[in-house]
């Protein structure tokens, strides 16, 4: 499962240790971790565990007590830190931007420290610029207090990744934005991030975040201890201990029906008749099968009407005036999260799964998704005991 | 009525001196506040960081302010001799304090995430200082020049007691010659000049300031 197992990581944290002059402990105690090249790994924790101060010892922001640190394979402990900062984009949740400077400027910051020529500094802050969703010709010039929050924090999205860095370091850059831009933020943040492939390391204090944006998540106690590190998926199914169990709260098994897809379940057999058939046709379909709902199809296979036993004995009305009308459907592409929902708004509590055009391709039962939720927990479960005796269960490479 | 336009008649018979008065005034302000800015703003910036500093700096431009200013007009005349020189010393001393502090206010009034995210990308020191730091603290010091230039102006009225130039001379003669002819119109003319001089560095100043000032923090 680990990536660090083929390739070397981005960034490996051998061992380090904070302890800040005054205080009896550490903030982060011999923290070994490995940040594979591309992914996005989440730290997150109560406040106070030591995510900001593991940030920033990456970038040197913030000098270990011990340990080393290693960048791209090259120990950068006792390296220039300027230089070592332009390397790596660093994003804070007051985002600090220059007042004084235009937003083309502010974005420029690296790419001049680093000497390039004009004209490329001013096509890369446009490419930017466009990139985080800022029209250039409107922005270019306009000063930090000219914008709104949202804005801001793209633009100091784009000010770190200004000189192309491998790496971006990111403390909790949407934490002081409304909720509803922050979901268009991190929706937009993962956009990016599919066609940029950066290593990021990203801290939040929000569980839910941690779960939307990470590849991996690390779940840190105090001094940086690294609780549980896997995918969300797995975490969510198969928490270690009571803290995490605690920390990702009540609800982890409905969170982790947001990891799957429709497309990727088992459909079993569903009763199911075209609308144009006889009422005893009808009965025969349902009485031969363990369900207690017919769905009913137009010519083109849409479903149209949920109809039981009783709904029958009118013979009076055609099937397609019959019972209740189907109004959850979802598509193969939808978490099994949204399908939940819908199938709870449904008379006959399921999902009809529909084509582009429409189309039924399957009905989706609550039992389908139980089935899913115990293989996600055995297959979670299975995977910690695989390691076991090599490794800790926290995945940590030791 | 006749009074005003006796001094205008006093100010038309001496206008060359009165002229060459406020040119030597205005010639030695200039040059203590070249010297007072330069000096206070080095001080500033050395001492930003030190709580301790800071505070030895603050006091020590603020015991200036409190020594008596005949005083701090004379005590030099041993070292330095009569004229020009205690007077421009005794002006710098003065000066001092109000851009000294407002340069020690402004630089610490700098957002610390702005200096943080200036760190994180790689800035150093020097780099911080001048890209970030005293762009953004530039507005509050030239409040603090502003103020110490009016106040210098003024002052430098009191520069004649040592035999140094400027408009006080008018104001000291008059005083000799009180209840004389002329008297009150002499020192009026050393007041108003100074007091239009302050005036019109003020707005030099403030001119400065508009162009110098980023947009983005007006
Ligand atoms: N500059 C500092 N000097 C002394 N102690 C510090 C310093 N910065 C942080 N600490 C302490 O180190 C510990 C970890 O702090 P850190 O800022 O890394 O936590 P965090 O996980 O980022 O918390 P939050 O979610 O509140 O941002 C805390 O106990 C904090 O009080
Ligand atoms: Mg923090």
Request: glycine share 8%; charged share 20%; with cysteine.
């Amino acid at each position: 499962m680990n990536q660090s197992d083929t390739t070397e990581p981005m960034i490996r944290l051998d061992r380090v240790s904070k302890v800040y002059p005054g205080q009896s402990s550490p903030a982060v105690a011999e923290l070994s971790l490995d940040i594979a090249r591309g992914e996005v790994l989440v730290l997150v924790g109560p406040s106070g565990c030591g995510k900001s101060t593991t940030l920033r010892l990456i970038n040197r922001m913030i000098e270990p007590s011990n340990g080393r640190i290693i960048f791209d394979g090259e120990d950068v402990t006792g390296v220039n830190p300027d230089l070592l900062r332009r390397r790596i984009g660093y994003v804070i949740q007051q985002i600090g931007l220059f007042p004084h400077m235009t937003i083309a400027d502010n974005v420029a910051t690296v790419p001049r420290l680093l000497g390039w020529k004009k004209d490329k500094i001013r096509a890369r802050v446009d490419e930017l610029l466009d990139m985080v969703g800022l029209e250039p010709n409107v922005y270019r010039d306009r000063y930090p207090k000219e914008l709104s929050g949202g804005q801001a924090q793209r633009c100091g999205v784009a000010r770190a990744l200004g000189a192309d860095p491998e790496v971006l370091l990111m403390d909790e850059p949407f934490g002081a934005i409304d909720p509803i831009t922050r979901d268009r933020l991190q929706n937009e943040f993962l956009r990016l991030q599919s066609e940029l492939k950066k290593t990021i390391v990203f801290v939040t204090h929000d569980i839910d975040e941690a779960m939307k944006m990470g590849d991996r998540i690390a779940i840190l106690k105090e001094s940086s201890q690294i609780a549980q590190l896997d995918k969300p998926e797995h975490i969510l199914a198969y928490p270690v201990d009571d803290f995490v169990d605690d920390f990702i709260g009540s609800g982890s098994t409905l969170k982790g029906l947001s990891f799957e897809r429709v497309r990727d379940l088992e459909l079993s057999p569903y009763p199911m008749i075209r609308h144009n058939a006889g009422h005893a046709q009808a009965r025969r379909v349902l009485d031969e099968a363990p369900q207690r709902w017919l769905l009913v199809l137009d010519d083109m296979d849409r479903p149209l009407r949920w109809v039981n036993d009783s709904h029958l004995d009118r013979t009076d009305r055609p099937l397609r005036d019959l019972g209740h009308p189907v109004r959850a459907k979802v598509e193969p592409n939808a978490t099994l999260h949204d399908t939940l929902e819908a199938m709870l708004t449904s008379m006959a509590g399921c999902a009809c799964v529909i084509d582009k055009r429409g189309s039924l391709q399957g009905v989706v039962e609550i039992e389908a998704l139980t089935d899913v939720i115990r293989r996600l927990r055995a297959n979670a479960r299975k995977h910690y005991e695989d390691e076991n005796g090599q490794s800790q269960p926290t995945g940590t490479p030791s | 009525m006749s009074g005003i336009t006796n001094w205008f008649e006093y100010v038309g018979d001496r206008w060359s001196d009165v002229w060459g008065a406020s040119w030597d005034h205005l010639m030695l302000v200039i040059q203590v506040m070249i010297v007072a800015t330069v000096l206070s703003v080095a001080v500033g910036v050395a001492v930003r960081n030190n709580a301790t500093l800071r505070n030895i700096a603050l006091g020590v431009a603020g015991i200036l302010i409190t020594i008596p200013s005949l005083a701090l007009f004379t005590i030099f005349i041993p070292i330095v001799g009569l004229g020009f020189k205690p007077a421009f010393i005794a002006l710098l001393l003065y000066a001092i304090l109000p851009i000294l502090r407002n340069t020690i206010t402004g630089l610490r009034e700098v957002d610390p995430n702005v200096l943080e995210s200036a760190r994180g990308m790689g800035l150093n020191g020097t780099q911080r200082l001048i890209r970030v730091q005293l762009p953004l603290a530039w507005p509050v010091i030239l409040a603090g020049i502003r103020v110490s230039t009016l106040i210098t102006t003024g002052f430098a009225a009191i520069a004649t007691l040592v035999a140094g130039p400027g408009l006080g001379i008018f104001i000291k003669d008059g005083l000799r010659r009180l209840g004389l002819p002329l008297s009150m119109e002499s020192v009026w003319t050393g007041t108003i000049f100074t007091i239009l001089l302050a005036l019109a560095l003020d707005l030099v100043l403030s001119t400065i300031g508009r162009f110098t000032t980023s947009r983005g923090v007006r």
